[in-house]
T-cell receptor, first 115, second 113 residues
Framework: GDSVTQMEGPVTLSEEAFLTINCTYT??????LFWYVQYPGEGLQLLLK?????DKGSNKGFEATYRKETTSFHLEKGSVQVSDSAVYFC??????????????FGSGTQLTVLP | NAGVTQTPKFQVLKTGQSMTLQCAQD?????MSWYRQDPGMGLRLIHY???????DQGEVPNGYNVSRSTTEDFPLRLLSAAPSQTSVYFC????????????FGSGTRLTVV
């Protein structure tokens, strides 16, 4: 079945540091890929997405590129801020799976940015 | 526009009790889902629906029931609560044509003692 593996946390960075959170996936077909962010006490918010190979999703300074050859969708940001502290989830949606486009999530990576 | 509304936000149950977690969306979304979030395990799909009157099981359906009598509402029922169902529950919805962008509710934190 489909699965998502993402970088174990927690990750602690200083403000303005470079961020990478690794994400790799296994899927039957050609999934769409997502990064969601969860701030403390809140639900998940869609951060960015990519629906086909070589697409780059971007939002709020975050970027991720859909790499079919390495089955990866790593999240990057050039300069993190304290306000970026949150839990980040990589997810996929596989139209060829048995669950009609539902999301399969990685385990989440806790990011803490120190001033 | 309220989005996805979940109630209650917090709940404590005794083992064996039953309850219903409510989820409502006002975006006319066809797709709705329930997930549970446990430490170190991400979110796991419990049940989902692709339209009114249509539901199906996800990865971890045991101990839960759902129904979808209207487009707006998708309640999750715990039949006989167990400590293993202590978790944070999220409801999500999506338009069929939204290219998979799900909107999540703010969650229900359930503790079973």
């Amino acid at each position: 079945g489909d699965s998502v593996t993402q970088m174990e946390g927690p990750v602690t960075l200083s403000e303005e540091a470079f961020l990478t959170i690794n994400c790799t996936y296994t899927a039957t077909g050609y999934p769409s890929l997502f990064w969601y962010v969860q701030y403390p006490g809140e639900g998940l918010q869609l951060l960015l997405k990519a629906t086909k190979a070589d697409d780059k999703g971007s939002n709020k300074g975050f970027e991720a590129t859909y790499r079919k050859e390495t089955t990866s969708f790593h999240l990057e940001k050039g300069s993190v801020q304290v306000s970026d502290s949150a839990v980040y989830f990589c997810a996929l949606s596989d139209p060829f799976s048995g669950s009609a486009r539902q999301l399969t999530f990685g385990s989440g990576t806790q990011l803490t940015v120190l001033p | 526009n309220a989005g996805v509304t979940q109630t209650p936000k917090f709940q404590v149950l005794k083992t064996g009790q039953s309850m219903t977690l409510q989820c409502a969306q006002d975006m006319n979304h066809e797709y709705m889902s329930w997930y549970r979030q446990d430490p170190g395990m991400g979110l796991r799909l419990i049940h989902y629906s692709v339209g009114a009157g249509i539901t199906d099981q996800g990865e971890v359906p045991n101990g839960y029931n759902v129904s979808r009598s209207t487009t707006e509402d998708f309640p999750l029922r715990l039949l006989s609560a167990a400590p293993s169902q202590t978790s944070v529950y999220f409801c999500a919805s999506s338009s069929r044509d939204s290219n998979y962008g799900y909107t999540f509710g703010s969650g229900t934190r359930l503790t079973v003692v």
